[in-house]
């Protein structure tokens, strides 16, 4: 396990992680303790999730001697070790069985493991369901109180998804996961800043939105005044960015239907022109084309049963950018974000970007298939049917 810095598949590892929380579902019952909550949930997201060769004692090596000062026979479930001569442990694994709290006093039982190998730079505890990660930002060889990312299997997050790949046994990079960690940790805080400030602005944040209006002293009785404005005026700031948004979406859609259309109607003049098609031909054949681009829904694809209620939907650009974004399929056709629906690919496009330029193109499933080709392919069985 040397330090690389290997792309790995987002949606690879979201995929996983659905079926780990499709089979805990309907396993949770048998897994009443704590070996039973290892085999079935705990190895699999080694193997299948990080990448790891569970069967390969060298590799993920069980009940690890982590001795702490004069205590000896002390044993971490698991260390995931190095690829060197002397497999060296990169990440401490701490278990508790399936619906067990993960309490105070097991991270104090992980960080007592990790202080004892220098080595070791990320520690795990998990109860099958839930995963927590840490690692030595404030202090080298020294494991953080709080974990930088928590993952809960049956309801994933994507930012912790998307850490998750610094710690896969291809991309396995440590100074980069440390930073990837560190920038995220920095980024929540500030995220939870806004979130505060946007629900009750301080002094501060009023003072300094309203500095240029305000005569005068900035007084409790001035604050007061102007808190309203700010509050009402952070309200309408954000209906507004999400109205200019749908209505972006919708001008787009209407556009790239438009081009689709006229694509089609080009296709079938130069099919004539070039003798490809009887006369007559373009024109019978241009209006059931027209109505397959323009008409077809994502709910008409999970009547066909080519998409499914719960399927993943990930974004297709060719840059690799917004892999930390990803959507839902709804049996009713809409596209779920963070819990909000939206009833057409490109105006579930231009949420996570801002413009829309093709939502069928924009959005793919796991297998690599673009929204697009999932039309394509009910195009087809309607010709063929």
């Known amino acids: 396990m040397s330090e690389r810095d290997v792309a790995v598949d987002v949606s690879v590892i979201s995929d996983a992680i659905d079926k780990i929380g499709n089979r805990l579902r309907t396993q949770r019952e048998a897994a009443d303790n704590e070996e039973t909550t290892k085999t079935a949930f705990i190895l699999p997201f080694l193997r299948d999730v ?16 982590a001795d702490i000062g ?7 479930d698991y260390a995931i070790c190095n690829d060197d001569s002397e497999h060296t442990p990169r990440i401490l694994i701490e278990c508790k069985k399936l619906g067990a709290d993960l309490t105070q006093e097991n991270t104090k039982q992980l960080w007592r493991y990790f202080g004892t190998l220098p080595d070791a730079h990320f520690g795990i505890l998990t109860n099958g369901q839930l995963w927590q990660f840490y690692t030595d930002m404030d202090n080298d060889n020294m494991m953080d109180n709080e974990p930088y990312a928590v993952l809960n299997v049956l309801s994933p997050d994507s930012d912790a998804i998307v850490l998750l790949q610094d710690i896969t046994k291809k991309g396995f990079n440590s100074g980069k996961a440390r930073e990837d ?4 940790r920095k ?7 806004i979130d505060k400030e946007f629900l009750e602005p301080s002094r501060d944040f009023v003072l300094l939105l309203t500095k ?7 007084t409790h009785k001035v604050e007061a005044k102007y808190r309203l404005l700010v509050e009402d005026a952070l309200k309408e700031y954000i209906n507004q960015r999400i109205k200019n948004r749908l ?5 787009d859609e209407e556009g790239s239907d438009s081009q689709q259309r006229g694509a089609g109607e080009s296709d079938d003049a130069a099919a004539v022109g070039t003798g490809t098609a009887e006369p007559g031909e373009a024109e019978q054949e241009q209006p059931k ?8 829904k994502i709910q008409d694809l999970v009547n066909a049963g080519l998409l499914h209620d719960g399927d993943k939907l990930i974004c297709a650009t060719v840059r690799g950018q917004y892999q930390d974004v990803v959507a839902t399929i709804r049996g009713d056709g809409g596209i ?47 010709v063929h049917g």
Do not use: C
């Open 50 to 65: 990080l990448g790891y060769n569970v069967e390969d004692p060298f590799e993920v090596k069980p009940e690890y001697t």
């Open 70 to 76: 004069g205590s000896k026979g002390e044993k971490v």
């Open 181 to 184: 960690a560190e920038r995220y």
């Open 187 to 193: 980024m929540k805080r500030i995220r939870e800043r």
């Open 212 to 218: 240029e209006l305000v005569k005068g002293k900035f």
């Open 247 to 251: 209505e972006k979406a919708a001008m």
């Open 289 to 296: 084309r027209k109505r397959r681009d323009s008409s077809v």
């Open 336 to 382: 779920e974000i963070e819990g909000q629906p939206y009833y057409s690919p490109s105006k579930a496009e231009a949420i996570v970007r801002g413009h829309s330029r093709d939502g069928w193109t924009f959005w793919r499933l796991p297998d690599g298939r673009t929204l697009a080709e999932v039309r394509a392919a009910m195009d087809q069985d309607a």
